[in-house]
Nanobody
């Protein structure tokens, strides 16, 4: 059984930091891009960042995300992390971990919610002003 267990959410003030963790089991870590989406109330689920652990490639939604968030992985722990710094109220959302099977090179335009093979339960991130 494939499981993605996300944790690390919480409530912080503007400018604070959080580190999300996604522990993956039941799938081959290196055959999947693994990363994060978020969904704010009334909005669509949007991709934030993912990592293809086979080659260490990291991808981000845009430069604004990349400037504040860092994705990383620990293969020994089958875990993907998302370090989030300089948090803003607009970062408030439920954050979801996901995995997408792939071959070859992974591209950002593949990191779309409908295409994901596996999902974890969300973890709430709330940033207050």
């Amino acid at each position: 059984e494939v499981q993605l267990q996300a944790s690390g959410g919480g409530s912080v003030q503007t400018g604070g930091s959080l580190r999300l963790s996604c522990v993956v089991s039941g799938l081959n870590f290196d055959d999947h891009a693994i990363g994060w989406f978020r969904q704010a109330p009334g909005k669509e689920r949007e991709g934030i960042s993912c990592i293809s652990t086979r080659d260490g490639q990291t991808l981000y939604a845009d430069s604004a995300v990349k400037d504040r968030f860092t994705i990383s992985s620990d293969k020994a722990k089958n875990t993907v992390y998302l370090q989030m710094n300089s948090l803003k109220p607009e970062d408030t959302a439920v954050y979801y971990c996901a995995a997408d099977y792939y071959t070859g090179t992974y591209y950002w335009n593949s990191w779309r919610a409908p295409a994901m093979d596996y999902w974890g339960r969300g973890t709430q991130v709330t940033v207050s002003s």
